[in-house]
């Protein structure tokens, strides 16, 4: 074995490929073929788009779980730890089990150069490979056609939305962007589409791959009432369910795309009512409009890194009334469109601090300032660090204001640090 704790593996791994993205399925295909992995007959699942995918995870796994299947569910990035990333029966993989399967995996790439999230994918196939699982959840990376994820023939694929992300390596404009993100999408298998108007690209994929494409507000939809929920389908109706414990409208669509996929699994997966209303209403995600009280400070957690998750973070804000200030602590990468970010959170936000990221993609905080300003926020400081950028806002928000942390997965990850030390 190349090194005998998680830390070294994963240092090595950041540094072993020479971009840190490189998309393409070619060197995972030949990976795996030496390691004679071979798809498993359980039902997988797969779910990429823009914003949504990780919640839409969270609900498959939490009702599944709830109806006594036994359910992998592989996601990225993570917030605290790498083990986040591979679950098993709801729990995080083992040191032990990620040093034996990168070890098989070292072993069996010989000369074949990999990246840091493929190293990641093949890891948790390997994981899977063993575990007894009753069905597979895997989440996409970034795009889909050319995502490592998307070696694995799914049984049914989803793209829960699409809008402008990692624009340098998927286009430029949302038909480019949608047309990427479809191509998890398999002939004759159900293909969703989790928001309403999905690009012409998407559509158009899924018809030359003759998917069975199923889209919202066509083939499927909800409505809301004040404290419940239906989903239909087809002719079928689960009516007066409770809302999703996560918070924001947002996710009575992601929950509607969720009971879309149990539908399209039915007859491999039956699962109950009482396992629906249990997932549904118990089903967490941490960093995704998380609110934690400290000191009589409320704090909201949100990973919001594209102007479309900024947008909906900012309809949450404002559906969770507040009679004090909002302050915003933001960390973003310098890839993202962070004007348009500011655009979607300026209303909301009083008071900016800006935070530095442990990441080559990062600006300078003076940088982010001058374009989070140029974007529309106003009253922007910069912070040496999050913890002192934490500590300055405790200090300054009274009981009737609210911290928003947001921007990053780096940003929200070392703040739960802090904040639950």
Not at 142 to 157: F, H
């Amino acid at each position: 074995m190349r090194f005998d704790d998680l830390a070294s593996w994963l240092r090595w791994q950041e540094s072993l490929h020479p971009n840190a993205i490189d998309l393409g399925l070619a060197r995972v295909v030949e990976v795996l073929e030496r390691l004679g992995w071979t798809r498993p007959h359980y039902p997988i699942v797969t779910i990429g788009g823009t914003k949504g995918k990780g919640s839409t995870v969270a609900l498959l796994e939490r009702i599944l779980s709830a109806a006594g299947y036994r359910v992998g569910a592989f996601t990225s990035p993570h917030l605290r730890r790498y083990n986040e990333r591979i679950r098993i029966a709801e729990r995080e993989i083992s040191d032990a089990s990620l040093l034996a399967a990168f070890a098989r995996i070292d072993a069996a790439r010989d000369d074949v150069s990999l990246t840091f999230f493929e190293f990641n994918t093949l890891a948790a196939l390997l994981v899977f490979e063993t575990a007894g699982l009753d069905a597979m959840l895997l989440e996409v990376g970034m795009g889909g056609r050319l995502d490592a994820v998307n070696v694995v023939d799914a049984d049914v694929s989803v793209v829960t939305s699409v809008a402008l992300d990692h624009c340098e390596w998927l286009g430029y404009d949302v038909e480019s962007i949608g047309r990427e993100k479809a191509g998890i999408y398999r002939a004759d298998r159900p293909a969703l589409f989790g928001s309403r108007n999905p690009p012409a690209s998407v559509v158009q994929t899924a018809l030359d791959l003759h998917a069975n494409f199923l889209r919202l507000d066509r083939d499927f939809g909800y409505a809301i009432h004040e404290e419940t929920w239906d989903w239909f389908m087809q002719g079928k109706k689960w009516a007066n369910l409770p809302r999703p414990w996560l918070f924001g409208a947002t996710q009575v669509s992601n929950a509607a795309t969720s009971l879309t996929v149990l539908e399209c699994l039915s007859e491999r997966l039956p699962v109950s009512r009482a396992a629906i209303e249990q997932g549904l209403s118990s089903a967490d995600l941490p960093g995704r409009f998380q609110s934690l009280t400290r000191a009589g400070r409320l704090w909201i957690l949100d990973v919001a890194h594209n102007a479309a998750s900024a947008r909906t973070l900012a309809e949450n804000l404002r559906a969770l009334a507040s009679s004090g200030r909002t302050l915003a602590i933001c960390g973003i990468l310098g890839d993202k469109d962070i004007e348009a970010i500011a655009q979607e959170m300026a209303a909301f936000v009083h008071q900016w601090i800006v935070v530095p990221l442990l990441s080559p993609r990062a600006l300078p905080t003076d940088e982010l300032a001058k374009r989070l300003s140029a974007g529309g926020a106003r009253d922007v400081t910069v912070a040496p660090s999050i913890e002192s950028a934490a500590a300055q806002a405790q200090t300054s928000a009274t009981t009737q204001d609210r911290i928003v942390v947001f921007g990053s997965f780096l940003t929200v990850g070392p703040m739960l640090d802090w904040l639950q030390a």
